[in-house]
């Protein structure tokens, strides 16, 4: 009604690689289409007694709705509504990977103390990051993992030692991770401590392959009933068209044992 279909399916095309881009779950965790954008509820993925099932729900608020006017939705090109649509995008992306990895970190994940002196002993910080690695590959995850950290956890792992030499590589090495994210976990109680997320892996994932992983291997994926892209809502009372970039997923944690959340 308002766009031309060149016009949307450029717009989803850059939503989408967009949200690829800007998301970290999107990146660190294996996802799957449904195939149905209309299902309410999806599998949990466990057995026995814990068998059950999860809400296919988009990302609470704020928002990541944006508008145009009707000059600039018929524009003869699309420069205004794939502006709006990235920079919806990136909102839509923080409100994802806020769901998604807040997750990950609660109960039943098992959960790890960091001693506070690790921010100022390396020795400390590679200690609780080797506990972790073995935590995970006892659970059968073998593979070299994934890390989601923080700022202040990354502050962490790029210490100096001696005053020039960043432990960085070694300390990641010596916990078997190749894959390194950051993300201000649990950003609504802290920001000044260490939070991070150790993903254990049963196949070796690159940094930023997890969409194209196989999921059911893996202790955590996404489950999604709409991929990302691009609604049309309609006319606001001020005379603009309003849009909202959308994804229906949940998250299906179907192995805590191959999860450890690290807190300081």
Known sequence: MYFSAEHLALANQALRETFGQCSVAWQAIPHWDTGDPGQLTVANGLLGGSAGF?????????PSAFQLTV???????????LTGAMAGTKTLANNFDTVVLNACCQPPTPQLP???SASNTPQDLQKVLITSRVMVENAGYRAPSCLVTNTTGLIYLNQLANGYYNILQQTLAAANINSLYRFEIDAANTTTKARMLLIGRRRRIAQG????????EEPVDLAVS??????????TNTGTIQLSPRIRFATRITDATGLVALKE
């Open 71 to 81: 000059a600039e939705a018929i524009a003869p090109t699309p420069d205004a509504l």
């Open 114 to 116: 960091i001693p506070a």
């Open 209 to 216: 392959a997890a969409p194209d992983a196989s999921p059911g």
């Open 226 to 235: 709409v991929l990302p892209s691009l609604e049309v809502d309609g006319e």
């Open 54 to 62: 999860l809400p296919l729900a988009p990302p609470p608020p704020p």
